[in-house]
């Protein structure tokens, strides 16, 4: 019965906890084609490294002691493992160095095509990377004599830590790579890693080189043979983040760079041997030139070609961040080829420095240091880099650094959100020489999981798409565009997403913007799709807009009204279109929150007004003065808590009402239960051998006690608990209010025995149970001198203190209207130690 009780008890529950209002936000679309997750990887993990095949559509990932091969045409199809795990002494002894367990596994980190059907693979290796050679056809690694992997040396190619920054590319089959070269991660190295020993060349030993890099990107950029007049040789770009040294200040300046050396560098003859003699670095700059901003921190690098084919078009996305930002902070910026190579060729900035002055800038020698061979220089009998003159190195050696910056404006800027990835798709219409028409859709990995899409046509950004793919503690740091699809990674799953096409556009407003993809909104069908007919050059946006609503009807919302109530947190919906922040005007006695473009508004008389959410249309490289959209309007009344179509996010006063309604509806089927569970248990517990141990206990008691079970549990007990408060040597119970105001207390001293359980059985209307176990801890001999205390009257001062103590508590809870009737009281068993 009494368990039938408890179970009705938990049913009023779950009703009551039914009406509790739910937050709403803004729904985002899903475009997910297919998952694969920890399941279908069977317990394969931290996944960092992607490689695609496109003939074949394969793609290899390497994780934590493990190559996987995904079938990206197939997902359905379980994917194909290699187990290259690290040998339990290895793993013993790199924990015995002082890593951890779980950094001394085989992490791969490096998965590069070498040609003929093979893939260069390189992993940490518990602190000694290895590089073994996997054959596509066959999926297994090549084997020794032994029967073992074979494996070369991973220093300079593969980094130690698992964490650490770390970017490599392949040109013409030969590795080079940008990571740390010692097992403490203290030396920073862009070296060619494989090849001939001979032309295995690094960067120099100097902070003017490297000043604490944080590898991000690289690129092979080949030249083509039929556009090449000047027969310039191909160049490797990497780009980082490091430390900067020109600048004179308290804190450590972080500044964003990217640096070029050329492919037929072998390093000079007597300066600069086995190092480079064409690294030469320049900083980029993302600032919004409006506010000021810059953001210095660069975290992510997409390399796309512009025009197919045409090297000199290629334009490096960049993804930033800010080092002085406390909140999330996430920026665009573009950098062209051509940018960068003119800053390359341009003047060098003078590191050196005296005491106090800068001194005067030496003359640059010829040929111009750090120049990549050609035809002109070739002619003039310099074949190789190992003929270089001298004071050539050295200058070279001594300048690393330009003195003009790769400058750009951000394409992009959120706030709130931290982007990992970025990868990029292009489309123009007309002629490819035409970029007015062209239109750039970002895809953006979040920290939290998410993909994003963000439509960008000349100066103007729009926010496509938000689509959560991953759970918020896997971040996306992989993405992959192949054959109009996206393949986003975390460290645990993979996802393949749609990247192309006119479907990608969710209303008219942004199909219209998508208007120079040949994208036509068809109001029917109620979806944006390709469009039968070219698109009108110079007006195609403008014109489509109209065909929306109007342009003063998307820039003129309905004022809609909500009828709230003192006491709702009520979230204000607002759609955010363009990539720019949006703000709201609102009543200036508020208590408001904006979560991104959505503003959460807590409601008090002061709060009633109305609410409008501005949004600017332009991007950031726009003109000054962007023009601004109302996008949302709402008018708070205060009547009902109905938020009429706004979010509520907490209950009312009617919710107050149905939880006071349970809550009495529990108590008296409850009380009821109890009481004729306690009558039937008076009755047939009753015994004339039912005494007290204790002449103060059966005063304490009384006459009418009756011993309750420690089990014999009480529905209301949940709801009205006592805590147990433990301080030297005294035992507080502490009465906790559900609505979290003050206490009752009561003191029980040391008893004589070593270990008393006192045990209270409340009533069985109020159904209170009280849990009092008095432990005492103190070595054997506190006992012993416990025992030797006087006889005379300690141990009653003790007995009458704890009757006190329980007898005060039982008067403070009789003062409740709930606990009226009598509650007896068990008896404390005494221990015979």
């Known amino acids: 019965?009494?368990?039938?009780?408890?179970?009705?008890?938990?049913?009023?529950?779950?009703?009551?906890?039914?009406?509790?209002?739910?937050?709403?936000?803004?729904?985002?679309?899903?475009?997910?084609?297919?998952?694969?997750?920890?399941?279908?990887?069977?317990?394969?993990?931290?996944?960092?490294?992607?490689?695609?095949?496109?003939?074949?559509?394969?793609?290899?990932?390497?994780?934590?002691?493990?190559?996987?091969?995904?079938?990206?045409?197939?997902?359905?199809?379980?994917?194909?493992?290699?187990?290259?795990?690290?040998?339990?002494?290895?793993?013993?002894?790199?924990?015995?160095?002082?890593?951890?367990?779980?950094?001394?596994?085989?992490?791969?980190?490096?998965?590069?095509?070498?040609?003929?059907?093979?893939?260069?693979?390189?992993?940490?290796?518990?602190?000694?990377?290895?590089?073994?050679?996997?054959?596509?056809?066959?999926?297994?690694?090549?084997?020794?004599?032994?029967?073992?992997?074979?494996?070369?040396?991973?220093?300079?190619?593969?980094?130690?830590?698992?964490?650490?920054?770390?970017?490599?590319?392949?040109?013409?089959?030969?590795?080079?790579?940008?990571?740390?070269?010692?097992?403490?991660?203290?030396?920073?190295?862009?070296?060619?890693?494989?090849?001939?020993?001979?032309?295995?060349?690094?960067?120099?030993?100097?902070?003017?080189?490297?000043?604490?890099?944080?590898?991000?990107?690289?690129?092979?950029?080949?030249?083509?043979?039929?556009?090449?007049?000047?027969?310039?040789?191909?160049?490797?770009?990497?780009?980082f983040t490091e430390v900067a040294k020109e600048y004179d200040l308290y804190t450590k300046v972080k500044v964003p760079r990217v640096a070029r050396v050329c492919k037929s560098d072998v390093g000079g003859m007597k300066t600069l041997q086995r190092r480079w003699t064409t690294f030469l670095k320049a900083q980029l700059v993302c600032e919004d030139r409006a506010s000021g901003q810059r953001y210095n921190i660069l975290t992510d690098v997409y390399t796309k070609q512009h025009t197919s084919g045409d090297p000199s078009s290629t334009h490096f996305y960049g993804l930033f961040t800010s080092q002085w930002e406390h909140e999330e902070l996430s920026a665009v910026c573009v950098y062209s080829l051509a940018d960068i190579s003119k800053v390359m060729d341009g003047p060098f900035k003078e590191l050196k420095k005296t005491c106090e002055n800068w001194i005067n800038p030496e003359p640059v020698p010829t040929p111009r240091p750090g120049q990549c061979l050609n035809s002109a220089l070739r002619a003039e009998g310099f074949e190789s880099s190992l003929k270089l003159p001298d004071k050539v190195l050295t200058f070279m050696r001594d300048h690393p650094l330009m003195e003009n910056n790769v400058i750009a404006a951000p394409l992009l800027v959120r706030r709130g959100i931290t982007y990992t990835k970025v990868a990029v798709t292009r489309t123009t219409t007309g002629s490819d020489d035409d970029q007015r028409n062209a239109a750039t859709v970002l895809h953006l990995g979040t920290d939290r999981g998410e993909l994003h899409r963000v439509l960008v046509v000349g100066h103007i950004t729009t926010l496509l798409q938000e689509i959560p793919l991953f759970s918020a503690q896997e971040p996306v740091n992989n993405i992959l565009l192949h054959k109009g699809q996206a393949l986003v990674g975390s460290p645990l799953s993979l996802a393949r997403v749609g990247a192309e096409g006119c479907s990608l556009y969710p209303s008219c407003e942004v199909c219209a913007r998508a208007r120079p993809l040949g994208c036509v909104w068809r109001a029917k069908e109620g979806a944006c799709g390709p469009g039968m007919t070219e698109p009108i050059q110079g007006q195609e946006v403008e014109d489509a807009l109209k065909l929306c609503d109007s342009g003063e009807g998307r820039c003129s919302p309905v004022l809609r009204e909500l009828r709230v109530s003192v006491g709702l947190h009520v979230l204000l919906p607002c759609v955010q279109v363009s990539t720019r922040p949006c703000t709201w005007e609102h009543p200036p006695h508020r208590h408001t929150r904006q979560h991104h473009s959505d503003l959460e508004v807590t409601v008090t008389e002061e709060s009633l007004g109305t609410y409008t959410c501005l949004c600017q249309e332009g991007g950031p490289e726009g003109k000054e003065e962007s023009p601004v959209c109302r996008r949302a309007s709402y008018h708070l009344t205060l009547e009902g808590p109905s938020a009429g179509g706004a979010m509520a996010m907490a209950g009312g006063r009617h919710l107050l009402a149905i939880y006071m309604l349970c809550f009495i509806l529990g108590v008296a089927l409850g009380g009821f239960l109890l009481y004729f569970l306690s009558?039937?248990?008076?009755?047939?517990?009753?015994?004339?051998?039912?005494?007290?141990?204790?002449?103060?206990?059966?005063?304490?008691?009384?006459?009418?006690?009756?011993?309750?079970?420690?089990?014999?549990?009480?529905?209301?007990?949940?709801?009205?608990?006592?805590?147990?408060?433990?301080?030297?040597?005294?035992?507080?119970?502490?009465?906790?209010?559900?609505?979290?105001?003050?206490?009752?207390?009561?003191?029980?001293?040391?008893?004589?025995?070593?270990?008393?359980?006192?045990?209270?059985?409340?009533?069985?209307?109020?159904?209170?149970?009280?849990?009092?176990?008095?432990?005492?801890?103190?070595?054997?001999?506190?006992?012993?001198?416990?025992?030797?205390?006087?006889?005379?009257?300690?141990?009653?001062?003790?007995?009458?203190?704890?009757?006190?103590?329980?007898?005060?508590?039982?008067?403070?809870?009789?003062?409740?209207?709930?606990?009226?009737?009598?509650?007896?009281?068990?008896?404390?068993?005494?221990?015979?130690?």
Request: glycine share 12%; with cysteine.
């Open 679 to 833: 009558r039937r248990r008076v009755i047939g517990q009753r015994h004339p051998d039912h005494s007290l141990s204790s002449e103060k206990g059966q005063d304490l008691l009384g006459s009418s006690a009756t011993p309750q079970s420690p089990s014999s549990g009480s529905l209301l007990s949940e709801g009205f608990p006592l805590t147990e408060k433990r301080g030297n040597g005294t035992l507080l119970l502490t009465h906790q209010h559900g609505n979290g105001n003050g206490g009752h207390h009561g003191n029980a001293g040391y008893a004589n025995n070593a270990n008393c359980n006192v045990q209270t059985a409340a009533s069985a209307v109020n159904g209170l149970k009280l849990h009092v176990q008095e432990m005492v801890t103190d070595e054997r001999r506190g006992g012993e001198r416990e025992r030797r205390r006087p006889e005379g009257g300690q141990g009653d001062e003790e007995d009458e203190g704890l009757g006190e103590g329980l007898g005060g508590i039982e008067e403070e809870l009789a003062g409740f209207a709930l606990f009226k009737l009598p509650a007896p009281l068990a008896q404390c068993e005494e221990s015979s130690i």
């Open 1 to 239: 019965m009494r368990a039938s009780g408890r179970v009705i008890f938990w049913l009023l529950s779950a009703v009551c906890s039914l009406s509790r209002s739910r937050t709403a936000t803004l729904g985002s679309v899903r475009d997910l084609d297919a998952m694969l997750g920890p399941q279908q990887f069977r317990g394969v993990a931290n996944f960092s490294t992607f490689l695609l095949d496109r003939s074949s559509g394969v793609l290899f990932l390497g994780a934590r002691d493990a190559i996987l091969a995904v079938d990206t045409n197939n997902l359905t199809k379980p994917p194909r493992t290699i187990v290259w795990d690290v040998p339990e002494e290895k793993r013993k002894s790199c924990v015995a160095k002082g890593k951890t367990e779980g950094d001394c596994n085989n992490y791969l980190r490096l998965l590069e095509f070498l040609g003929n059907g093979w893939i260069y693979v390189c992993g940490t290796y518990a602190f000694d990377p290895q590089c073994a050679f996997l054959n596509m056809s066959s999926f297994s690694l090549e084997r020794g004599e032994d029967g073992g992997v074979r494996m070369e040396t991973g220093k300079g190619k593969c980094p130690f830590e698992p964490s650490q920054h770390y970017t490599a590319v392949m040109a013409g089959g030969i590795l080079y790579t940008a990571a740390t070269s010692n097992f403490l991660g203290t030396l920073f190295d862009i070296s060619r890693a494989t090849g001939q020993e001979q032309e295995r060349i690094r960067t120099e030993r100097s902070i003017n080189w490297l000043s604490d890099p944080e590898f991000v990107s690289s690129v092979f950029i080949q030249q083509d043979e039929d556009n090449n007049p000047q027969g310039e040789d191909n160049k490797i770009y990497f780009f």
